[in-house]
């Protein structure tokens, strides 16, 4: 039997205005809504046997101090209740079909993804952390995402939640290093909260602020 994966959903790394909020949010679960339906309305065994839904480590909060494994609740601020309604979507897939939601970390790759976004700040300011440069940042390489959806969608043992992030979480400052290094910059002026808030407004956060998240089932699963 055939898979479907769902990673559909407006970017998140703009500035918010309550238009945006609300595409953020309806992207993610009305896409989510047709991709169920459209499996519902197929005869049983004609259904794929595995659907894997993308889901953010954003569904945590965001925090300095805590951890965060997959049994983690979830957070109270807009990002996390984004988050609760696209998996609540995912879930509502017919039992017979085994439903793999990945909690994805900022994805890193020097052509697309989080670097992305960050690569034409580092530009204007050097290169140096974004924020405080203390908050962390659950990260994944491309690569090893598309490793871990493809192995979602073939090891029957991955169904539940699972965190899609490396297994050590950096600090914003070590990652603007590794980029620093990449673009042949040095990584030592830092990109002040300030500056940040006035390119992304509320969307700030996700840099201003992250969350150290541990892939913990994950590793335990494949």
Not at 15 to 31: M, Q
Not at 34 to 60: F, T
Request: proline letters at 5%.
């Amino acid at each position: 039997h055939e898979g479907v994966v769902n990673l559909a959903g407006e970017p998140i790394s703009t500035r918010w205005s309550p238009s945006i909020k609300k595409e953020i949010l309806d992207s993610r679960v009305n896409a989510t809504k047709a991709v169920v339906d459209a499996i519902s309305a197929l005869d049983k065994q004609d259904r794929p046997a595995v659907l894997v839904s993308a889901s953010a480590v954003g569904y945590y909060g965001t925090s300095q101090r805590e951890s965060y494994s997959e049994d983690s609740p979830s957070g109270s601020d807009f990002l996390a209740g984004v988050f609760r309604s696209w998996e609540a979507e995912a879930q509502k897939v017919e039992s017979n079909v085994r439903l793999a939601i990945l909690r994805i970390g900022v994805v890193l790759d020097a052509d697309g993804g989080a670097l992305a976004k960050m690569l034409p700040v580092f530009r204007i300011f050097a290169g140096g952390p974004l924020g405080s440069g203390q908050q962390w940042m659950s990260w994944v390489h491309r690569d090893d995402l598309v490793f871990l959806i493809i192995e979602a969608l073939q090891n029957n043992k991955f169904k539940g939640t699972f965190n899609a992030t490396a297994p050590q979480p950096a600090r914003m400052s070590e990652l603007c290093q590794k980029v620093g290094q990449i673009l042949g910059r040095p990584s030592w002026l830092p990109v002040p909260e300030f500056a940040l808030t006035a390119l992304l407004g509320e969307g700030a956060m996700i840099v201003v602020d992250g969350q150290r998240v541990l892939p913990t089932k994950t590793l335990q699963t494949g």
